[in-house]
T-cell receptor, first 114, second 113 residues
């Protein structure tokens, strides 16, 4: 059974540009969530999608957005990149996103903003 | 504000030692508590999930406990091995969905041969 797949794994962008990251959840999983990990702040929740609907959103500016497709694949977009957006972006999936479900993480996308 | 704290930030032990990692949380209205392992440059691997109604969970050499009243969870690793070296993170789930996972900043464990 394939795990959570994130692409691209590594990317470098320039300040002011935008970036789109992709996440393919484990087959059958309908909940996809995104997290940002930095050395200073640790892991912070960005948003969660379930059946193409955003169910929860963390405290990030509107430059961070996401969506989920009918096949449960998800994308997140960051517009007008800032140096502080440099981080590891992790995607996670679970069957229904409820308290009893184990959550599975992908390997992450390393974003460097220069 | 819901916060999860892990102390110490780093721990070094000799191989074969039993050890305990600590996690504390400020809000006892927790749905579950999960422990993850993260290897350098990698994503997170789920180790154990304890529901709020449970007291502990075990998997192999790992045992995790949850005490909601004191706001604490511990991860016990028996007979540590160099392959256990990694960063261990705990996360509390608040609210009904996975989206409210609040993470600690982790304990970086080094097991010396």
């Amino acid at each position: 059974k394939a795990g959570v797949t994130q692409t691209p794994r590594y990317l470098i962008k320039t300040r002011g540009q935008q970036v789109t990251l992709s996440c393919s959840p484990i087959s059958g999983h309908r909940s996809v969530s995104w997290y940002q990990q930095t050395p200073g702040q640790g892991l912070q929740f960005l948003f969660e999608y379930f059946s193409e609907t955003q169910r929860n959103k963390g405290n990030f500016p509107g430059r961070f957005s996401g969506r989920q497709f009918s096949n449960s694949r998800s994308e997140m977009n960051v517009s007008t990149l800032e140096l502080g957006d440099s981080a590891l972006y992790l995607c996670a999936s679970s069957t229904a996103g409820t308290a009893g479900n184990t959550i599975y993480f992908g390997e992450g996308s390393w974003l460097t903003v220069v | 504000k819901q916060e999860v704290t892990q102390i110490p930030a780093a721990l070094s032990v000799p191989e074969g030692e039993n050890l305990v990692l600590n996690c504390s949380f400020t809000d006892s209205a927790i749905y579950n508590l999960q422990w993850f392992r993260q290897d350098p440059g990698k994503g997170l691997t789920s180790l154990l999930l304890i529901q709020s109604s449970q007291r502990e969970q075990t998997s192999g050499r790992l045992n995790a406990s949850l005490d909601k009243s004191s706001g604490r969870s511990t991860l016990y690793i028996a007979a540590s091995q160099p392959g256990d070296s990694a960063t261990y993170l705990c996360a509390g789930l608040y609210g009904g969905s996975q989206g409210n996972l609040i993470f600690g900043k982790g304990t970086k464990l080094s097991v010396k041969p």
